[in-house]
Nanobody, 125 residues
Framework: QVQLVESGGGLVQTGGSLRLSCAASGRTSSNYRLAWFRQAPGKDREFVAALGWSDSTYYADSVKGRFTIYREKAKNPVYLRMNSLKTEDTTVYYC???????????????????WGQGTQVTVSS
């Protein structure tokens, strides 16, 4: 079992920044893949960013150049730095862990085995 806890959400104005954190505990492994998703009410969960092998990064086109997924020295937690926030970024953000260790279907929520409870991000105009 892996437990994930997100934090760092909040209210920010358009153009502002936030940093989300995802802390993992339990039976974690350096081979696990970690990603961020977001889900607006009534919509499917949407891929935001993921860490690949050697902490390579993958992003949705909608956030590329504005968001950065990273961790310091390959350690816990994993962060999502969000800059130049837009009103359309308003939603609940989730971190997720995939235990397979491979890079297949990184952008698919079906790949991930464990999820956090989510943290709300609200961007006001």
């Amino acid at each position: 079992q892996v437990q994930l806890v997100e934090s760092g959400g909040g209210l920010v104005q358009t153009g502002g920044s936030l940093r989300l954190s995802c802390a993992a505990s339990g039976r974690t492994s350096s081979n696990y893949r970690l990603a961020w998703f977001r889900q607006a009410p009534g919509k499917d969960r949407e891929f935001v960013a993921a860490l690949g092998w050697s902490d390579s990064t993958y992003y949705a086109d909608s956030v590329k150049g504005r968001f950065t997924i990273y961790r310091e020295k390959a350690k816990n937690p994993v962060y999502l730095r969000m800059n130049s926030l837009k009103t359309e970024d308003t939603t609940v953000y989730y971190c997720a862990v995939d235990v397979s260790g491979n890079l297949w279907n990184l952008r698919s929520q079906a790949k991930y085995d464990y999820w956090g409870q989510g943290t709300q991000v609200t961007v006001s105009s």
